[in-house]
């Protein structure tokens, strides 16, 4: 029987039939049998039909450009036409390994966006492209001996396992940065504008020799705005020389400028479409001073001023120009902004993405765009900035797009990239005196979805335990009325503490808060509170006795019930809730005994806490705080010396023990005067002046600052700076007592704990990383200013865990 080759050819046969024939039959060869029908369906030529030579090429043509045939190739059997078909493996799975540098949902993307995935038809054209693809992208980003390859396992007759092998190598090194033309400012004077540096050893711990483009670009952009402010409107990068060593693994940069002059201003004016909003515009040019020299930035201020004023005013898409006009031989420069309002738009719906575990309500109450009004730049960019101080997101991001068939309606978009934001934290520390002491706690802070936060703590150490039950609703009313609770119950018998007067104190009660918005950054609260305590064990001691002998106790043991209201205002400014790098947030607040209650007093407090960016990639940021309390009794009735402050502990002082900072307790000792020793309780100093101990009883006043440098965290990836934050910092706190007699300092030659300049201090290194476990925080602080008996505590930590 003669076989005649028909084509193996994508587009064309160069075999032939000497003369057409009746197809009696069709066979295919090489298919799978679930694949038989489908195909057999799909061809164009059927059994009884007469075809020629160019109905085989047609049919060649068409099954090899339905991509699922790597060669197809027609014979003829008498009147059977055979077509020998070869089909492309399907990829049964798909791994990748090696992309260290590149995150896996970002490789995943783009694999998928090229078909390559599990289910996708094998094909090695589009491997062979990626592959180039990605290694190209490699050496954009300076792994110049970065390797791809694709490794496919056939497993069976058309299934294929592929993976995906990435070698990335070692990122190459900036050795040599040089500039030509730049005749104004020397060399070292433009490196310090760029984050990426020349390759220098003992800098590489804070700076980057590693080429990074994107960082490179935004160092090419901070050195074209240094000219700008400088007052050089003409200068420009012509170009960019880059030269890899024979090795691959060191680069040399030369980057050539064209400077210009410099110019003054000579005038500034805006013309154009400005939609009637002339009179908002004008305020802004005060910004650009005639008769001094450009300023690039104060142009751009202008020109985003004019656009935000637009934008408030629903008109989402203005064009804003800056034109320039030059006196070459005076050097100065007459700046006009042409402008170009466009029209309003309103904007249909917000669009929310990313949020899988937050209920979209709970992100729409922050918006401050409302859906069916007028379009508001400032309310959506306002809407960004309230989900980020949620501290519910590591990222969001807002777009607007317009809405087909319409010409003045846009969808607002959030895209946001959801946090873990439950938690159960277990806090560890060890002191020279205090020993191993833990507490644990099982938080919510977007409890079901809802934005509302919900938390169970617990403490056990030596001293006894606690265990609180909170909730909080941060929108019990639309309006943003927040209603805030907690439940509470601890043990305290500090009797093994030798750093502290002992008692032993059984608390329970209930607290609730009101919080009220006022604007954006500023909102006030109210609560009320009730609190039982009972108190026993109480070793005699001086401070104490001035207590008891004011509430009328009879013995060192008592009970109480206290009620309480509590007022206080608090503002916000932090650019986020989660590790924030510019902002201020403060709060002033206390709380007041009222009438139902057996103590009478009152507590105040104030604190604050400010992050100011030194670099313009927020890297480098100072931080400062600082707090005030003070708290005193009223009516004839002493602060229950339960409520003295005390400072010491990774929350107030680092590298001192929990509670160990404050006045000292003077217990009655038996070597008192006899009168004082007769089992009623003795306000005499007298009594207890020999028992003067290291023991710590507290103040009622104290003051804390700290000041941080936030600094890059060495050894540790771009894309996860934003997960750890490391910090060196300087602690200070003084704690004192505002009523105690001086005369008693001279008289029996003891410190004065009525001075409050009596501060400790340290210094020392901070690690927070939010890692895949959950909240984990180092401190390494050392003391700088102590005073003996001080118990010192260097290393603190706690560990956590999320869900």
Not at 226 to 237: E, H, S, V, W
Not at 447 to 456: D, I, M, N, Q
Not at 667 to 694: K, M, R, W
Request: charged fraction near 20%.
């Amino acid at each position: 029987m003669k076989k005649l080759l028909l084509t193996s050819l994508l587009f064309s046969s160069t075999a032939t039939f000497a003369a057409p024939f009746v197809v009696k039959d069709i066979r295919l060869d090489g298919v799978s049998e679930g694949n038989r029908s489908a195909i057999m369906a799909r061809l164009p030529v059927k059994v009884g039909q007469t075809i020629t030579d160019q109905d085989i090429s047609n049919l060649v043509r068409a099954l090899y450009l339905n991509g699922s045939f790597s060669n197809v190739q027609a014979s003829r059997e008498g009147n059977t036409l055979v077509l020998h078909i070869a089909e492309r493996a399907v990829i049964n799975s798909l791994e990748f390994s090696g992309n260290d540098s590149i995150p896996k949902d970002a490789l995943q993307d783009n694999l998928n966006a090229n078909d390559i995935k599990a289910g996708s038809l094998l094909n090695r054209e589009k491997l062979d492209a990626f592959k180039t693809e990605l290694e190209n992208y490699y050496h954009s980003i300076g792994f110049y001996n970065a390797k791809v390859n694709f490794d496919i396992d056939q497993v069976a007759s058309n299934q294929a396992n592929v993976k995906l092998n990435i070698t990335e190598g070692d990122r190459a090194l900036v050795k040599e940065i040089n500039f030509s033309g730049n005749k104004a400012f020397d060399k070292d004077t433009l490196l310090d504008q760029m984050e990426v540096q020349p390759d220098v050893s003992w800098w590489n711990f804070f700076a980057s020799s590693k080429l990074d483009q994107q960082k490179f670009q935004n160092d090419l952009q901070a050195i074209k705005t240094f000219y700008l402010n400088k007052g050089y409107p003409k200068f420009n990068i012509t170009d960019v020389k880059t030269k890899v060593s024979d090795d691959k693994k060191d680069i040399a940069i030369t980057i050539d400028v064209s400077e210009g002059e410099q110019y003054t201003v000579s005038g500034v004016r805006i013309v154009g479409d400005t939609a009637g909003l002339m009179p908002q515009m004008e305020p802004l040019l005060k910004k650009i001073y005639v008769g001094e020299l450009f300023n690039g930035d104060n142009a751009k201020d202008v020109e985003d001023g004019i656009k935000t004023i637009l934008g408030d005013n629903s008109y989402a898409a203005p064009q804003v120009s800056l034109v320039p006009e030059f006196n070459e031989e005076k050097h100065k420069v007459n700046l006009t902004y042409v402008v170009d309002a466009g029209r309003r738009y309103y904007v249909r719906n917000i669009l929310f993405k990313g949020n899988d575990a937050s209920a979209d309500k709970t992100l729409r109450q922050e918006m401050r765009q409302q859906e069916g009004a007028l379009y508001s730049l400032s309310a959506i960019q306002q809407g960004k900035l309230r989900l980020e101080r949620t501290g519910f997101f590591e990222t969001v991001d807002s777009s607007t797009e317009m809405v087909k068939g319409t010409n003045d309606q846009m969808d607002v978009i959030y895209k946001v990239k959801e946090r873990n934001t439950g938690s159960i934290n277990f806090g560890i520390g060890y002191g020279t005196e205090s020993g191993l002491s833990y507490n644990a706690s099982v938080k919510q802070d977007n409890f079901l979805g809802t934005g509302a936060s919900a938390s169970l703590s617990g403490t056990r150490n030596d001293y006894g335990m606690s265990i609180a039950l909170g909730y909080n609703e941060p929108y019990f009313t639309k309006d943003g009325v927040s209603l805030g609770g907690n439940v509470y119950y601890e043990t305290y018998d500090n009797s093994k503490n030798n750093n502290q007067a002992s008692y032993s104190k059984t608390s329970y009660g209930i607290d609730t808060t009101l919080g009220f918005p006022v604007d954006e950054n500023n909102s006030y609260y109210v609560g009320l509170g009730y609190a039982h305590n009972k108190l026993k064990d109480i070793e005699p001691e001086y401070n104490r006795a001035l207590y008891l002998e004011s509430i009328e106790a009879k013995e060192w043991e008592f009970s109480n019930h206290d009620f309480d209201f509590s007022l206080g205002w608090g503002y916000n400014s932090l650019n986020r809730g989660f590790f924030p790098t510019q902002g201020i947030k403060a709060n002033i607040g206390g709380r007041i005994s009222i009438p139902g209650s057996d103590n009478k007093y009152y507590k105040l407090n104030a604190n604050i806490v400010g992050y100011y960016p030194l670099n313009r990639a927020e890297t480098w940021v100072l931080s400062g705080k600082a707090g005030f309390n003070y708290a005193n009794g009223f009516g004839g009735k002493k602060l229950p010396f339960y409520q003295y402050y005390t400072a010491g502990g990774i929350g107030s002082l680092r590298g001192f023990s929990y509670g160990a900072v404050g006045p000292n307790a003077f217990y009655l000792t038996n070597n008192a005067p006899s009168g004082c020793l007769d089992g009623t309780i003795h306000n005499e100093f007298e009594c207890y002046v020999n028992g003067q101990s290291t023991d710590v009883i507290g103040g009622n006043a104290m003051a804390t600052t700290s000041i941080e440098l936030i600094v890059p965290t060495p050894f540790v990836s771009d894309k996860n700076q934003t997960t750890v934050r490391t910090s060196f910092f300087v602690d200070a706190a003084s704690v004192w007592n505002t009523h105690w007699d001086k005369s008693f300092s001279t008289k029996y030659n003891l410190p004065d704990y009525s001075d409050p300049s009596r501060v400790r201090a340290s210094a020392g290194i901070s690690f927070q990383w939010q890692s895949p476990i959950g909240p984990l925080v180092f401190s390494y602080a050392k003391p700088i200013k102590k005073y003996e008996g001080d118990d010192v505590e260097q290393f603190q930590f706690s560990i956590g865990g999320t869900f």
